[in-house]
Nanobody
Framework: QVQLVESGGRLVQAGGSLRLSCAAA????????VGWFRQAPGTEREFVAA????????YYTDSVKGRFTISRDNAKNTVYLQMNSLKPEDTAVYYC??????????????????WGQGTQVTVSS
């Protein structure tokens, strides 16, 4: 089992920045790939970013490339999502999720096994 807890979400003005954290407890964190997903009211959960442990490969959805950066600190069992130049359309509940690093399809939410409870990000215009 891996327990995930997100934090860092809050209300921010457009153009501002936030850093979300995903803290993990349980099994060896470095053996897991971690993804960030988000869900706005009335929409489906969508992929935002993912990071694998080996070679720290990263993946981003097109709408956040150049604005968001995913990183991880395995010593702290934590993955971060640095979000810059935030836009109102970034408003959503952000979830982190984890799966074994041997699993492919980093953008597919259905391949992730463990999920956090989510943290609300609200970007005002």
């Amino acid at each position: 089992q891996v327990q995930l807890v997100e934090s860092g979400g809050r209300l921010v003005q457009a153009g501002g920045s936030l850093r979300l954290s995903c803290a993990a407890a349980g099994r060896t964190f470095s053996n897991y790939a971690v993804g960030w997903f988000r869900q706005a009211p009335g929409t489906e959960r969508e992929f935002v970013a993912a990071i694998y442990s080996i070679s720290t490969r990263t993946y981003y959805t097109d709408s956040v490339k150049g604005r968001f950066t995913i990183s991880r600190d395995n010593a702290k069992n934590t993955v971060y999502l640095q979000m810059n130049s935030l836009k109102p359309e970034d408003t959503a509940v952000y979830y982190c999720a984890a799966k074994p690093i041997t699993t492919a399809q980093p953008m597919n939410a259905r391949t992730y096994i463990y999920w956090g409870q989510g943290t609300q990000v609200t970007v005002s215009s």
